[in-house]
C-alpha cells in the first residue's frame, strides 16, 4: 500500500506563513507528479499546486500563485508546500496526492491537513 501522510497544518492568522509536508511511505510507485489539493466546507475540492517529480516543473492555480510554493526532496520521497501571505479564503483541508507516471488522474492520497486562517 502506498502511504501519503501529510503534517503542517494548523490555526494561523491572516498574513502568517505555514510549511505543509507530505511524505511517501510503504509500496513505491514511480512518481510523475506530487500535488497539492485543497477542500473548504461546502466546496468541491480545488487543485492547488503541482510538481514534476524529475523534472521539477511547477504548475499552481491562479488563486495562489506568487504566494505558495511546491517543491520536493526525492531522496526524502517527500513534497513541501510553502503557504505566505495566507487569507481566510485559504481555509481548507489541504491533501497530498500522487501520479504515477504514465497515468492522467492522481491515485494516491493522503488524509488530509487542516488549516485555518482566521482574520
Known amino acids: 500500500q502506498v502511504q501519503l501522510v501529510e503534517s503542517g497544518g494548523g490555526l494561523v492568522q491572516a498574513g502568517d506563513s505555514l510549511r505543509l509536508s507530505c511524505t511517501a511511505s510503504?509500496?513505491?510507485?514511480?512518481?510523475?507528479?506530487m500535488g497539492w489539493f485543497r477542500q473548504a466546507p461546502g466546496k468541491e475540492r480545488e487543485f492547488v499546486a503541482a510538481?514534476?517529480?524529475?523534472?521539477?516543473?511547477?504548475w499552481y492555480a491562479d488563486s495562489v500563485k506568487g504566494r505558495f510554493t511546491i517543491s520536493r526532496d526525492n531522496a526524502k520521497n517527500t513534497v513541501y508546500l510553502q503557504m505566505n501571505s495566507l487569507k481566510p479564503e485559504d481555509t481548507a483541508v489541504y491533501y497530498c496526492?500522487?501520479?504515477?507516471?504514465?497515468?492522467?488522474?492522481?491515485?494516491?492520497w493522503g488524509q488530509g491537513t487542516q488549516v485555518i486562517v482566521s482574520s
Open positions: 510503504g509500496r513505491v510507485f514511480t512518481k510523475d507528479r
Open positions: 510538481v514534476s517529480w524529475n523534472y521539477g516543473g511547477t
Open positions: 496526492a500522487g501520479r504515477q507516471l504514465g497515468r492522467s488522474e492522481y491515485d494516491y
